[in-house]
């Protein structure tokens, strides 16, 4: 069964760079899916990022105000989410995810408060 | 982008039968997807492309529609969905809908 888990700080100053980690197990990300990270505000919205294919092609939310890369490791079989000079407007929750039109296998999230 | 417009909150019995919707600001053909979240959860895939049940999912969750009206649809309802449904569209860049809070009297 494929499981994903999130990694990263839970505190970032504002103008700082915030760098998250998706682990995951049970499926290698070079064998199928796209790896996405999606983000939920404390209003509830929730907003994808950007995602990456099996193949390590890249594509981004061209929506969101902040730079953001996604890149992978595929020996640790984990991919990342950096996103450079945060505001308080990037607290959120983190997630990853598959998407395949749809978003079938999600990670528990890892909460992120940008505040100095 | 794609908006997406759901009613904020229901509040239903359980045993009866409840229908939220979506409805987008553009046609997505059937490319319209369902999700709950409990609180403190991560969203669950609970219906994909319209209609098709996610795997795992009880068959008390359908969903309907096509173009820019759906419906996700339980029948009955019970205890446990409290939850908040959100729909999900792929047609165009993904889009979520603001969700659905479902509340039992």
């Known amino acids: 069964q494929m499981q994903l888990q999130e990694s990263g700080p839970g505190l970032v100053k504002p103008t700082q760079s915030l760098f998250l980690t998706c682990s995951v197990t049970?499926?290698?990300?070079?064998?199928?899916?796209?790896w996405i990270w999606i983000r939920q505000s404390q209003g509830k919205h929730l907003e994808w990022m950007g995602y990456?294919?099996?193949?390590?092609?890249?594509f981004y939310n061209p929506s969101l105000k902040s730079p953001i890369s996604i890149t992978r490791e595929t020996s640790k079989n984990q991919f990342f989410l950096q996103l450079n000079s945060v505001t308080t407007e990037d607290t959120a929750m983190y997630y990853c995810?598959?998407?395949?039109?749809?978003?079938?296998?999600w990670g528990q999230g890892v909460m992120v408060t940008v505040s100095s | 982008d794609t908006v997406l417009t759901q009613s904020p909150a229901l509040a239903v019995s359980p045993g009866e039968r409840v229908s939220i919707s979506c409805r987008a600001s553009?046609?997505?053909?059937?490319?319209m997807h369902w999700y709950q979240q409990k609180p403190g959860q991560q969203p669950k895939l609970l219906i994909y492309?319209?209609?098709n049940l996610a795997s795992g999912v009880p068959a008390r969750f359908s969903g309907s529609g096509s173009g820019t009206d759906f419906t996700l649809t339980i029948d009955p309802v019970e205890a446990d969905d409290t939850a908040t449904y959100f729909c999900?569209?792929?047609?165009?860049?993904?889009?979520f809908g603001a969700g659905t809070k479902l509340e039992l009297k």
């Open positions: 995810a598959t998407y395949r039109d749809y978003f079938d296998y």
């Open positions: 049970g499926f290698s990300i070079t064998s199928g899916y796209y």
């Open positions: 990456m294919t099996y193949s390590g092609e890249t």
């Open positions: 553009e046609g997505v053909n059937s490319y």
């Open positions: 492309k319209a209609s």
């Open positions: 999900q569209q792929s047609w165009n860049d993904p889009t």
